[in-house]
């Protein structure tokens, strides 16, 4: 059975600290997304990774993906009040788009 | 419009009602995708159409539900004799390109069903 697993699933942390996020999956697949929810709101683009090595970065939020090892990351630089919300990432199957179950940050002053 | 829109917003029915949630893709979008996203969890895919053809349905949880997209462009998503387990947001999601295809999807802002 395909798994998307992120961790953690829970993420609080002070402005202006580093952190990262993990997703690991379980499929052999060359394209993942990352996507931002704010609560009640719909899913938001962040960043699309189409090839082994992939690297993308936006403002304070850069990703990697590494296929080989099944594995992207969302790294987190001097985060800042704004970047509150819960973080998925999903892996390209095709027509379907499987999610990891989110990863929910708080960010504290 | 300019995103994805849905309707209704927010619904609630009683159990065994039938509901219908409709999405307006943007505007020659080839395809559209449905998907479950239970209270806290990541969404789940229910069935992707690509113009009017229904290409894959296997997301869809039971023969309760069903969607059609019969010129291509409007989606319905209908769910008969509700259950609690049914209590979700439904989202609609659409693109330029066939399948995901490594472009960017757009969702609309779901329909928060609850079923009482």
């Known amino acids: 059975e395909l798994k998307v697993e992120q961790n953690p699933l829970f993420l609080s942390m002070q402005e202006g600290k580093n952190y990262t996020i993990y997703c690991n999956y379980s499929t052999t697949s060359d394209r993942l997304y990352w996507y931002r929810q704010d609560p009640g709101k719909s899913l938001e683009s962040l960043f699309v990774?189409?090839?082994?090595?992939a690297v993308k970065q936006e403002g304070r939020l850069m990703a990697s993906l590494d296929t080989k090892a099944r594995l992207s990351t969302l790294h987190i630089t001097a985060a800042v009040h704004d970047l509150s919300a819960t973080y998925f990432c999903a892996v390209d199957l095709g027509y379907d788009m499987r999610f990891g179950a989110g990863t929910r940050l708080t960010v504290k002053p | 419009g300019a995103g994805v829109s849905q309707s209704p917003r927010y619904k609630v029915a009683k159990r065994g009602q039938d509901v219908a949630l409709r999405c307006d893709p943007i505007s020659g979008h080839v395809s559209l995708f449905w998907y479950q996203q239970a209270l806290g969890q990541g969404p789940e895919f229910l069935t992707y159409?690509?113009?009017?053809?229904?290409?894959?349905k296997s997301g869809l949880p039971s023969d309760r539900f069903f969607a059609e997209r019969p010129e291509g462009s409007v989606s319905t998503l209908k769910i008969q004799r509700t259950q609690q387990e049914d209590s979700a947001v439904y989202l609609c999601?659409?693109?330029?390109?066939?399948?995901?295809?490594?472009?960017?999807?757009?969702f609309g802002e779901g329909s928060w069903l609850t079923v009482v």
């Open positions: 159409f690509q113009n009017e053809a229904q290409l894959d």
């Open positions: 990774l189409l090839s082994n090595g």
């Open positions: 999601a659409s693109s330029s390109t066939t399948g995901l295809s490594g472009n960017t999807i757009y």
